[in-house]
């Protein structure tokens, strides 16, 4: 068994490697930190509001002086580091819902993000590295 292999399945990690967080350098997980401390009050007074959509979401965030990720239609990058999105949708009862909230990605750096979310029972507010495939945002779980 693999170490830190889930569910013992062989090839657990390298099955999985594209949805573990890149590694950040501690100057830029410091600034990572940094920002995250930035976003954590924001998110916890719209929290407590009870405004948790996208949209009110990313004005408030914008209001801290980030710009809004612009990426081309093949996947570039053009600029900014804000991308505000509603929940990932999940499956229930027959069919998929998105659940109300928002997922908030800052790119930091290269390699280093902020991660969070605001939903109806929680927040959370972290800094990690990008994933591989889908930049700040963790990949969707597949079958």
Request: with cysteine; charged share 30%.
């Amino acid at each position: 068994m693999e170490p830190g292999a889930g569910d013992g399945a062989p090839h657990y990690n390298e099955n999985n490697a594209h949805r573990q967080p890149g590694e950040m350098s501690p100057a830029h997980a410091k600034d990572a930190e940094r920002e995250a401390e930035r976003i954590r009050p924001v998110l916890e007074r719209l929290w407590e509001q009870r405004k948790w959509d996208p949209a009110t979401v990313r004005a408030a965030l914008l209001r801290l002086g980030y710009e809004e990720e612009r990426v081309s239609a093949d996947g570039r990058r053009l600029g900014g580091s804000l991308t505000v999105r509603e929940m990932e949708s999940r499956y229930r009862d027959g069919g998929y819902v998105t659940p109300e909230g928002a997922r908030v990605g800052l790119r930091v750096h290269a390699d280093a993000c902020v991660v969070a979310f605001v939903q109806k029972s929680n927040f959370d507010v972290r800094a990690n590295g990008p994933y591989m495939e889908t930049g700040c945002f963790a990949p969707p779980f597949a079958h």
